[in-house]
């Protein structure tokens, strides 16, 4: 290893259209947002692997020789980074005592750290401490595991040698290739976490910016003109894993009634797309801004329909449509966060009066901002020292 210590850090993401239909390969569309997460990667001689995971309560470590008989006929990388390696999740279930069915947020992050951390060095287990910090919300629809899986694919990699770091000066990102690889291995991690992830909310983590997502083709959007988003947590927990399973159930038990619901959502993508491209070339009027709305308003009703709703959406929808404003869920549904359209003109009291009902009703609620810059590396310069703090604490 030529460095002792990495800092690399990744955006949490909102869905504007396309959740759910995304999984069955339909079209989406997706921004990253300025909440990130930050991991710290040293490499050490102790002999042992350490997790530090601040914000789920979860520090762990394991003797290098207790993980190296794990590997034993390990082939992770072979197959091109499409599934995982089966043999080697059992191993690694059997070996935390994680079962199959857990959704645990704990024992998802420990294992996909795991499967990552053994898939990248089998050749030889390196002696590391790894930090995590995130300002994204877990497990509320902002993409968290893919910023945590964009992370440590980045570091581990870089540490492994098998992306340059850091950068040099002339350098603004790592190469195309590299970048492919990351999100390859992100995805690896959001299989662990997910199930049966689209591999949209990774693709955002690693590429930043706004993205159309089509059956694992990304087509940067960076012409977009900027949105006003408001963003509104409910704090209702949910799992992704076990929604993407019910709307699948849900799509096999009624195939002639999900499938064209799916394609609606395609297609409110797909219009959400060709209005944009008109504000950007002529200017965001009144009447687009409508379209827009409306496209929110019929995207949350098929939402509704693959019952991924829950009540305390509604009440976002309703909270916010009393002041002319149009919301729909943001990510897996059934609680989580929900996103709501301002248009440039939406007063500062408007607002303000709206986020003060919605805080009243329980919820996190703040205007974010969109676009941030993907995947980074960082030096340690580069770091505030509130998160340096936190990435150095363990
Ligand atoms: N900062 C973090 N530290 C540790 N694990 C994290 C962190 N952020 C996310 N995770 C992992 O990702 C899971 C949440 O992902 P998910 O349920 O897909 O929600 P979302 O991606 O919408 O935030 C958690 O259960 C945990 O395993
Ligand atoms: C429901 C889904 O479309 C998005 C899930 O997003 P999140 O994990 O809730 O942030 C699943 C996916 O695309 O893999
Ligand atoms: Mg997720």
Redesign the pocket.
């Known amino acids: 290893m030529q460095t002792r210590e990495f800092f690399v850090s990744g955006p949490g993401?909102v869905?504007l259209h396309?959740?759910?239909s995304?999984?069955h390969g339909k079209v989406?569309l997706a921004v990253s947002l300025n909440l990130r997460t930050f991991l710290r990667l040293q490499s050490t001689s102790s002999g042992e692997v350490h997790i530090n995971l601040p914000n789920i309560d979860t520090f762990l470590s394991w003797e290098i020789t207790a993980l190296q008989p794990l590997l034993a006929g390990c082939k992770a990388e072979q197959g091109g980074l499409k599934e995982l390696d089966a043999d080697l999740l059992k191993r690694l279930r059997e070996f935390t005592g994680i079962s199959e069915d857990s959704t645990d947020t704990r024992s998802m992050a420990v294992l996909a750290f795991l499967y990552m951390y053994l898939s990248v060095f089998a050749e030889s287990l390196a002696s590391i401490t790894v930090s995590v910090w995130s300002e994204l919300p877990t497990g509320a629809?902002?993409?968290?595991?893919?910023a945590y899986n964009v992370c440590l694919s980045a570091a581990l990699l870089s540490a492994r040698g098998n992306i340059s770091y850091p950068l040099t000066p002339q350098q603004e990102s790592a190469s195309k290739e590299e970048m492919e690889l990351i999100n390859r291995w992100a995805f690896m991690g959001?299989k662990i976490i997910?199930g049966?992830?689209?591999?949209?909310?990774n693709a955002v983590g690693t590429w930043g910016g706004f993205l159309r997502y089509h059956a694992g083709n990304i087509t940067p959007l960076s012409w977009v003109p900027i949105l006003r988003i408001l963003l509104t947590n409910t704090k209702v927990p949910r799992s992704?894993k076990v929604?993407?399973s019910a709307v699948k159930d849900k799509i096999n038990k009624f195939p002639s009634v999900m499938k064209p619901v799916l394609e609606s959502v395609s297609a409110v993508s797909c219009a959400c797309e060709q209005t944009l491209t008109e504000m950007a070339a002529h200017g965001p009027s009144a009447e687009l801004y409508n379209i827009l709305e409306e496209l929110i308003d019929i995207n949350q009703h098929h939402l509704n329909v693959m019952g991924v709703g829950h009540s305390s959406l509604d009440t976002l929808c309703r909270v916010t449509l009393a002041r002319g404003l149009h919301s729909k869920l943001t990510?897996?549904g059934g609680g989580?966060c929900g996103i709501t359209l301002l248009r440039p003109e939406t007063d500062t009291s408007v607002i303000q009066r709206t986020v003060e009902e919605l805080k009243a009703c329980g919820f996190d609620c703040w205007e974010t901002s969109i676009g941030a810059p993907g995947v980074q590396q960082h030096s340690s310069a580069a770091l505030s020292q509130d998160i340096l703090k936190i990435l150095h604490s363990y």
């Open positions: 993401k869905i396309g959740e759910h995304v999984v989406a629809g902002l993409g968290s595991s893919a959001e997910h049966n992830p689209s591999g949209v909310d992704p929604l993407v990510g897996a989580g």
